[in-house]
């Protein structure tokens, strides 16, 4: 088992910046692929992005290019997404999530094994 929790959610202003945590405890944090996603009112979950055991693959959404940087840190067993040039699209609960073994993309959902409670982000025009 692997139990996470996401923190550093929030309101602000469209161009502004926010940093999600998700800290992790359990089983050893450094064996998971890790996730994000989000899920806006009336929509489906949606892939952020993710980042390979080791932090040396990363990968994004198309939404989130060029403004969100995912990372981790396997000795503090937390994963990390910097979002800057935030938009109001961007406002939904953000998810992260824990895969012991890719089945088929970074994005596809049913990988991943566990998921946190979520943290709202919301962002103002």
């Known amino acids: 088992q692997v139990q996470l929790v ?5 309101l602000v202003q469209a161009g502004g910046s926010l940093r999600l945590s ?5 089983r050893t944090f450094s064996s998971y692929t890790m996730g994000w996603f989000r899920q806006a009112p009336g929509k489906e979950r949606e892939f952020v992005a993710a980042i390979s055991w080791s932090g040396g693959s990363t990968v994004y959404g198309d939404s989130v290019k060029g403004r969100f940087t995912i990372s981790r840190d396997n000795v503090r067993a937390t994963m990390y997404l910097q979002m800057n040039n935030l938009k109001p699209e961007d406002t939904a609960v953000y998810y992260c999530a824990a895969a ?3 089945r088929g993309s970074y994005s596809y959902i049913p990988s991943y ?5 979520g943290t709202q982000v919301t962002v103002s025009s």
Do not use: K
Not at 22 to 26: E, I, L, M, R
Not at 113 to 117: A, E, L, R, T
């Open 6 to 10: 996401e923190s550093g959610g929030g």
């Open 22 to 26: 998700c800290a992790a405890s359990g």
């Open 100 to 102: 012991a073994r890719l």
């Open 113 to 117: 094994d566990y998921w946190g409670q």
